[in-house]
């Protein structure tokens, strides 16, 4: 089988994860506001996922088991949760069919937005519980946050796992 090469992002790439089976490939470039879901087998663009507007380092990008679900974190001490399901169900604004900002509402915004506490830099991954998404982040907090269907979620666990002060 020849190589396969996927054209994903005009600037450089900064991210990129693989799902569980090996038939999806998540990427993120150096800009940080778009992340891309192709098909591994034809290369195909499955999703364009929009972060955001504002350029941001994307710190991880991961799968939940059965690849309905992405998350993501970056250096705006935010992680992002989106649905892979139904591509119509985009949260468009209600504006989006308005001249050269088409292209831009045309992407699927995450479902779900969660700030971290001091706007740590973390990386995150779904729990194994239904509906988990976990944070470990640099100052050493952790967090785990369970989500509905309906984007509503709310902190389950915390813990500091380092102290960061320079007593002894």
Known sequence: MAPLGIDAHK????????????????????KGTLIRVFDTSSGSQLF?????????????????LDSSLLCLSSD????????????KE?????????GNIVKYFGSTFSTIRLQV?????????????PNTVMAICA???????????DGKCSRDIFSQFLDMTDEK
């Open 76 to 87: 705006h001490g935010t992680i992002h949760i989106f649905s892979l399901g139904d591509t």
């Open 139 to 149: 100052d050493g907090s952790y967090y785990k946050y369970v989500f509905d269907s």
């Open 48 to 64: 364009e996922l929009r972060r955001g507007a504002n350029k941001a380092d994307i710190f991880c990008i991961g799968f939940n």
């Open 90 to 98: 985009k949260k468009r604004p209600s504006f989006a069919s308005a």
């Open 117 to 129: 506490p001091n706007g740590a830099q973390c990386i995150c991954a779904f729990g194994s519980d």
């Open 11 to 30: 600037t450089a790439l900064a991210c990129l994860a693989l799902n569980s089976v090996g038939n999806k490939l998540a990427t993120a470039s150096e």
